[in-house]
């Protein structure tokens, strides 16, 4: 029995240590990433948020990855049969280099264009995007969010934070204004503040950039709308304003000054009033009546008190120093837990998996059995033949008693 258990053991125990190489060497990497990136620019996300221990040290399903990956390739490529979603997560949560990340990219391709594509786990979007930023890919994680066509990635805000953050730090603020564009699409800005914050950091860093293309001017300006949407301060109301005014909208935009002339706590910054003139006066089809009732409106806030000097910069400076801790902290807490949950899920679907497949086997195991028993005669073929007989003997035996 030793002897036939030595194989088996050995086999474990060469998978784990390889599972224990390539985490060193995907900790190594991210550890390599972040250095280079620090080098760049302070990112506004703390290492808190980024959890990178937590990540490191989550629970995993240790799988064989050449083997798993001759399994997939037969069943996306050659059988074309459906996978089920927690046999494409083992692989994706156990990849940890730039080929590996690639041969997952072919694999989510190919899974979206699948009957089970509605069944994408968000572990498994997680695990694929957070695999780009570790090691230092969140350029193709971008591109593969935009292609919703041919791949349907569709992350929760915490994923969605870590790669807006990312692309800051590395200073393509370009990058993480796309990043906010996809969350302002997806209409997922406006339930989490810090979302919304970080979105509203990178709009403003391009801004100062330089001129907006035309372009982009639509996707920014209701980014800008969306990231300010429900939210308190003069920061929020000036870029609200200055948002839909980037969108052609300036009923909204006046709208917005409007709103700000008739409530005793608001104000709004000058800075977005030269930006909105500055929109109003490059209008080809410039309204009259829009000019005169923006004036009307600047020289009522203007009469109010209600229009401060402090810049965009100041403003958003102060709204990061007093706002992000404590949104940080609330949208951080609940990692660790969802880590847990989604392991959780993993586990009870690889059991009802293996309870499936049992049923199955069983199921095939019963149907040629009955199929032996009725070409062999079997057991039930001659309890029959003994009923059939003691019928007929009991019918016998009636006619004898009737005669």
Known sequence: MAALMKPTFLNKLS???ATISRTNQLRCSCNMRTSILLQSKRTLLSDAYHGDNIWMNRERIVVDMDEMKINLDRAFYDLKEPVMSVELHKFIDNVYD???????????????HSPVA???????V???LRLCIELGHHKQALKVLQNKRD?????????????????LKADDIKGACDVAIVMMKEETLEDCPLSQLLSLNACHQYFKMGDIPEDERWDIGMTLADASRRVDGILALSYHAIGYAMTGDMNKAIGVLQTVSQDDGSKIAQEALDHIATILQRMEDQNTELLNLYETTTETLATQGKVTGDTLDLLLESEISTRLPDLERKDAEGYTSILETWH????????????AE???????KEKRL?????????????AEKIDEAKQRKAASEVEIEHR
Request: no cysteine.
């Open 358 to 364: 049992l049923d199955v086997e069983r199921e095939a």
């Open 344 to 355: 959780g899920e993993h586990m009870e679907a690889l059991e009802m998996q293996r309870i």
């Open 118 to 124: 509605h069944h994408l786990r968000p572990s498994t």
């Open 151 to 167: 791949y349907g990635l569709f992350p929760e805000n915490f994923t969605y934070n870590l790669l807006l953050d990312t692309f």
């Open 126 to 128: 997680h695990s694929w």
């Open 370 to 382: 009955d199929e032996l028993l009725r070409a062999t005669g079997g057991i039930k073929y001659w």
């Open 15 to 17: 998978t784990l240590m």
């Open 98 to 112: 730039k080929e590996e990340l690639d041969v997952a990219e072919g694999y989510l391709n190919s899974y979206r």
